[in-house]
């Protein structure tokens, strides 16, 4: 399934933009990034340096190079989160955790990062989100939905992106799903994987508009079925495994079929999972 694309050369024109706006006067945006060591971050990071932002990223532990300033803050104690934030123009909120203390830190750090962005004076907070936080009931979810409304309904100017699931996550999610042999899944659970490059190229257009106030989705170029998915990983890898169809239950795996973890939203990234697929495995049949 096929959704509308964003032409390749349109993000040329859009950097462009990007690129002149940023050095306005001389003067770069200074941004600070949480989860700035994540999967999103480690992309995120190097692509607002490279356009021209003065970047300051977060991390629980002292860190140097990649050309910007590391500090030292914990979103769960709010250790080290005045110094942070003070004289930053705006926050690009990336951390999160969800294995453990998921409400902890997605949530009442969210809190403890948007107050201090408010006492700095920061004028745009922009948070990423996951796109089906509304729709789909997983415990997760629920945390980045609240973490949402604590943005919407803290001191700082926001916008909020939700993204669809990274193609290194479905990655993560076929392997796990088949450490038995065969690939088990529900053949009809829905899947949009985007590009975190794309992602971060998004969140720069976002950061230079200013305050939005309001919640964008932002999807890859095609929805794909579970099982779709899983002969494309099987074959780029080589792989003879069978996929074996084994239905989730309930209200989630309603919503997982419905389309909960993906949207009609334009703009979209470009990149497909045969890119993915070509990159990681070079077409050589590599496990």
């Not at 190079?65 to 003070?86: F, P």
């Not at 992602?199 to 200013?210: C, E, H, S, T």
């Not at 949207?263 to 990159?279: E, F, I, S, Y």
Request: glycine share 14%; aromatic share 6%; charged share 20%.
């Amino acid at each position: 399934m096929k959704v509308h694309v964003v032409p390749p050369g349109l993000w040329l024109v859009v950097w462009a933009w990007v690129g002149a706006w940023v050095r306005v006067g001389g003067v770069a945006m200074r941004v600070l990034v949480t989860g700035a060591t994540g999967r999103l971050g480690r992309v995120a990071v190097p692509r607002l340096r490279d356009e021209g932002f003065t970047v300051r990223a977060v991390s629980r532990r002292p860190r140097d190079g990649a050309g910007v300033e590391w500090v030292v803050a914990d979103l769960g104690t709010g250790a080290g989160l005045a110094e942070a934030v003070a004289g930053m123009d705006a926050v690009l909120h990336l951390a999160s955790s969800p294995g453990r203390r998921t409400h902890e830190i997605d949530v009442l750090g969210t809190r403890r990062l948007a107050v201090a962005a408010g006492h700095a004076g920061v004028r745009h907070l922009v948070y990423v989100s996951i796109v089906g936080v509304d729709r789909v009931p997983l415990g997760y979810y629920r945390h980045k939905l609240a973490a949402e409304q604590v943005v919407a309904a803290g001191p700082v100017p926001w916008s909020v992106l939700r993204a669809t699931q990274f193609p290194g996550f479905l990655a993560d999610l076929l392997r796990g799903a088949s450490r038995l042999g065969p690939v088990l899944g529900d053949p009809a659970v829905l899947a949009q994987p985007v590009d975190p490059g794309e992602v971060a190229d998004r969140l720069a257009v976002l950061l230079l508009a200013g305050p939005s106030h309001r919640t964008e989705d932002f999807g890859g170029p095609e929805v794909l079925r579970f099982d779709e998915a899983a002969r494309a990983w099987l074959a780029a890898r080589g792989s003879r495994r069978p996929v074996v169809p084994l239905r989730i239950p309930g209200r989630l795996g309603r919503e997982l079929r419905a389309g909960g973890l993906t949207t009609t939203a334009t703009p979209t990234g470009v990149r497909t999972w045969a890119d993915h697929l070509a990159d990681t495995y070079g077409g050589t049949g590599g496990r």
